[in-house]
């Protein structure tokens, strides 16, 4: 699931354009409705011609809100940025462009609203250049410009298509299996309890799951799960997600928290990160400077420590370490923005390198600043993990040779991925070889939801069948068949799911008839009783009870078909095995008329009979007569 992001000056028609393309209009607050402004964040959501379900966030475009803003784009796939075609570029618009660059939001698309304001072609040719020349050099640089007018509907369907077409080109959130909710919005509701809602980043969460908010340290498990209003088992990385925690008070919660599993992340008070002072900051950066800092949903006040300078002009970059007032919950690779408080400015944003340096750094160690710098490139575990993800499954020499990292490099990387529980090993190797499968665990534990949720789907949609055959559920993963088989054969192992033959089913799922089959399915069997060698046909089985009752009959084996026409009990089936080897041991051989005297029927059923055991490698034909197929030794 893909969220979009808007972005834009005030009153340029952002969440007029949002109702316009969902139906919903984000402004819940009565005082937003009043002002007829945005003041928090806002949200939709909206199927795209395609059929993908996208969520939508609507932020604040005046500067009095510029910090509830940064709270909604950071989970963003794609960013709406929103330019009025009457007035064009303004303040908010340039500083909107800047966090959505700072914040590295991969794509998005410009719509030029209020077209309809607009009389002169000249006028919308100069706007449409100037936007050009703005995000020039920013992350948004090759978007789209699409004219529009949520008042007419003008242009609203390219606009569809265009968000389409940039969301096709951007991969899906990876599964780390390092679940984190940084948390927009809480709230109760009566009969549920606490309610919390965010973009969740770099994990799956399922219904059971334990969770801790943190900084708090409050323990609670997920309730339920919720995606744009429909109820789910699992949520998964991307998809704008509402929490139900029990054990956990709604007094308890504040946004700005995040909401993960015990054990894989801690809250700090110091990080290490690189950054990037605006070319527009109205002044330089100097050491023990304090700012205010944004990640995720949460914002507190820092103070920054210059590491290898004295101070930071506008347009330059720098290491830093932030001294954070209160503990925050932030990853290597997280993006933030710092801001002055007082005038309020953004004046840059960067990327966290190392969320828990041991100690307070010497300003101008360079062991420190060439650490730093490595990390910059990627710590090999990084590099690695992305590799694997890219595969789901894959040979470790594989990940060697695409990875490009040195081999000493790759085995340590991978082995402390393996430690910490993000890397599985596919098989009993006790030490890496280039042919050790890896997966990533996050990958590996979502397929295996899928495969537990499609088969309930299908015991929900196919009550009447045994199981799900093993191609079918193949082919709706979309996976190879050496993956399938590891999966399956996992699952299987831990009785997740039970292998029947050719066929797929969960542990609890049994066929159960209605009174009124049990009915049809006794009148049949007692049919094939009273001529057990000239039962009733494949057409007159389907007849009487119909297809779904018949191929159940078979999925539990108390049919037995031997052709496209003829079918049998199994234990009238077994008479007549037993029947043909006796009468090949007396006499050498049997012929067609000769089973069909001894079992007084027809040479329909004698001809599907000896045909079906032909099949089966217990006769061979020779001539007109067929004897026992010699059994290898």
């Known amino acids: 699931m893909r969220v979009i992001g808007t ?3 005030v009153d340029h028609g952002k969440s007029t354009l949002v109702h316009a393309l969902t139906g919903t209009h984000p402004d819940r607050l009565k005082e937003e409705q009043d002002r007829e402004m945005t003041i928090v964040l806002g949200f939709a959501w909206w199927q795209l011609a395609n059929g993908e379900e996208v969520g939508v966030i609507d932020v604040p475009g005046h500067r ?3 910090e509830n803003m940064l709270s909604g784009v950071g989970g963003i796939d794609a960013a709406l940025f929103v330019i009025a075609a009457d007035e064009g ?7 909107h462009l800047a966090i959505l660059d700072l914040l590295q939001v991969p794509a998005g698309v410009v719509a030029l609203t209020k077209t309809d304001l607009v009389e002169d072609p000249e006028w919308l040719e100069l706007v449409i250049e100037e936007v050009r020349r703005i995000i020039s050099g920013t992350s948004l640089k090759n978007a789209p410009i699409i004219p529009v007018s949520a008042k007419n509907g003008k242009g609203l369907d390219e606009l569809q298509i265009a968000l389409q077409a940039v969301l096709a080109e951007q991969p899906h959130r990876a599964d780390l299996a390092r679940p984190r909710l940084p948390v927009d919005r809480v709230f109760t509701k009566p009969g549920f309890g606490t309610v919390v809602t965010g973009t969740l980043v770099d994990g799956s969460f399922k219904i059971g799951d334990e969770v801790v908010s943190l900084p708090g340290g409050y323990k609670g498990r997920v309730r339920g799960l919720q995606t744009h209003n429909r109820k789910e088992e699992a949520a998964y990385p991307g998809a704008r997600t509402a929490v139900n925690i029990s054990g956990i008070d709604v007094d308890q919660i504040q946004r700005g928290e995040v909401i993960t599993l015990p054990g894989l992340v801690e809250p700090t008070r110091r990080i290490d990160v690189k950054f990037r002072l605006l070319p527009g900051a109205a002044h330089p950066l100097k050491h023990d400077d304090e700012v205010k800092f944004f990640v995720g949903a949460s ?6 420590r210059l590491l290898g300078s004295e101070q930071l002009t506008p347009g330059e970059e720098a290491w830093l370490q932030l001294e954070l007032r209160d503990p925050v919950v932030v990853v290597r690779g997280d993006r933030f923005i710092l801001r002055r408080p007082s005038p309020g400015e953004t004046i840059g944003g960067g990327v966290v390198l190392d969320p828990h340096p041991a100690k307070r750094h010497k300003r101008f160690d360079e062991q420190i600043i060439s650490r730093l710098e490595a990390l910059t490139g990627g710590a090999p575990a990084d590099v690695l993990l992305q590799t694997l993800l890219a595969h789901g499954l894959a040979p470790y020499s594989l990940l060697v040779e695409q990875s490009n990292l040195a081999e000493e490099d790759a085995r340590q990387a991978a082995e402390e ?3 910490a529980g993000q890397v599985l090993t596919m098989g009993s190797e006790e030490k890496l070889a280039g042919k050790t499968l890896l997966a990533a665990a996050g990958y590996w534990s979502r397929m295996e939801d899928k495969v537990l949720d499609g088969l309930k789907e299908f015991h929900r949609s196919n009550r009447l069948r045994a199981g799900m055959s093993r191609e079918e559920l193949k082919s709706r993963l979309g996976v190879d068949n050496q993956t399938f088989t590891l999966l399956t054969a996992q699952l299987a192992a831990g009785e997740k799911i039970i292998e029947q033959g050719p066929h797929l089913r969960l542990p609890d799922h049994q066929i159960e008839f209605s009174a009124q089959e049990k009915e049809k399915v006794a009148a049949l069997i007692a049919r094939f009783a009273q001529a057990p060698f000239a039962p009733p046909t494949v057409k ?6 119909g297809e779904n009752v018949y191929q159940a009959l078979v999925d539990l084996g108390e049919l037995l078909p031997v052709s496209n026409e003829v079918v049998f009990r199994p234990e009238d089936y077994q008479k007549a095995l037993s029947d043909v080897r006796q009468i090949i ?6 012929t067609l008329a000769q089973a069909r005297d001894h079992w ?4 329909r059923y004698v001809q599907a009979l000896l045909e079906y055991m032909d099949g089966q490698g217990i006769t061979v034909r020779q001539g007109e007569a067929r004897i026992l197929r010699e059994r290898r030794k």
């Not at 570029?89 to 500083?95: C, D, G, H, K, L």
């Not at 914002?299 to 920054?304: H, K, L, P, Q, S």
Request: net charge negative; hydrophobic share 40%.
């Open 89 to 95: 570029v303004m303040p908010q618009t340039r500083e």
């Open 64 to 66: 009095d809100f510029i």
């Open 299 to 304: 914002e507190m006040i820092a103070r920054t």
């Open 417 to 419: 991925l393996i430690a």
């Open 585 to 590: 041991q007396d006499t050498g051989s049997i």
């Open 7 to 9: 972005a834009g000056h």
């Open 600 to 603: 007084s029927t027809t040479r």
């Open 540 to 545: 007159d089985a389907l007849a009487d009870v």
